[in-house]
């Protein structure tokens, strides 16, 4: 081999190693996108990419029924007393001790399921507050000693049968707890109209109005 021929044949191998190391050694070009800005070669473009529905269950699921507006309590027709049956009457229970209370009222009305005794509804009443005032000693000015609360709670029955009753009050008796007052009547439109607060500002203005 010729001596130029080996200069040329090295100088074209360096010439072609220093392309590649060119090529390695060269920034690359960044890509410019147009809501992120500029990205280096190296970012994870995946963190702010869309999900794509990824984790989404709610169209999978059926479609709920809109909400039924509450309707205002109306109150039903009173049933009548007959020979052989009473009609609506309202069992009332009430006392000091709200455990008392409320256990006795279940057990009335689990009694009267027992016994085929239909029971329209079982409701509370609002609790009502009693204040005990004494007298002082030296003056005649009273003072509250202490305030007493009553809780109510009333079942109404209707249907009730004429030779059932005696036995019925009886056994309600026998097991009524210490504390615990029971009182039966019919039912009345007084009854209805007092499970509910009275707002005499609103019943005055409505008097205006009409």
């Given at each position: 081999?010729?001596?130029?021929?080996?200069?040329?044949?090295?100088?074209?191998?360096?010439?072609?190693?220093?392309?590649?190391?060119?090529?390695?050694?060269?920034?690359?070009?960044?890509?410019?996108?147009?809501?992120?800005?500029?990205?280096?070669?190296?970012?994870?473009?995946?963190?702010?990419?869309?999900?794509?529905?990824?984790?989404?269950?709610?169209?999978?699921?059926?479609?709920?029924?809109?909400?039924?507006?509450?309707?205002?309590?109306?109150?039903?027709a009173i049933k009548f007393a007959t020979e052989a049956e009473y009609g609506d009457l309202n069992m009332a229970v009430y006392g000091h001790d709200i455990t008392l209370v409320e256990h006795y009222s279940q057990y009335v009305h689990n009694l009267c399921n027992r016994?085929?005794?239909?029971?329209?509804?079982?409701?509370?009443?609002?609790?009502?507050?009693?204040?005990?005032?004494?007298?002082?000693?030296?003056?005649?000015?009273?003072?509250?000693?202490a305030v007493l609360k009553t809780h109510h709670r009333v079942i109404q029955l209707t249907g009730l049968n004429a030779t059932v009753c005696p036995v019925f009050i009886e056994v309600l008796l026998q097991n009524q707890p210490e504390g615990v007052d029971l009182s039966i009547k019919e039912h009345t439109e007084a009854d209805f109209t007092s499970r509910f607060k009275t707002r005499p500002e609103l019943e005055g203005l409505m008097a205006k109005l009409n």
């Open positions: 081999m010729n001596l130029p021929t080996k200069f040329q044949f090295s100088f074209a191998q360096r010439a072609l190693v220093l392309d590649l190391a060119a090529s390695i050694f060269r920034p690359s070009v960044l890509k410019q996108d147009p809501l992120l800005g500029t990205l280096s070669p190296n970012a994870r473009q995946y963190r702010s990419m869309p999900t794509h529905g990824i984790g989404r269950y709610k169209y999978l699921l059926p479609k709920e029924a809109p909400r039924k507006k509450k309707e205002k309590l109306q109150m039903k016994l085929k005794i239909k029971v329209v509804e079982s409701y509370g009443l609002p609790t009502t507050n009693t204040e005990i005032l004494t007298l002082q000693e030296k003056g005649g000015k009273m003072s509250v000693d």
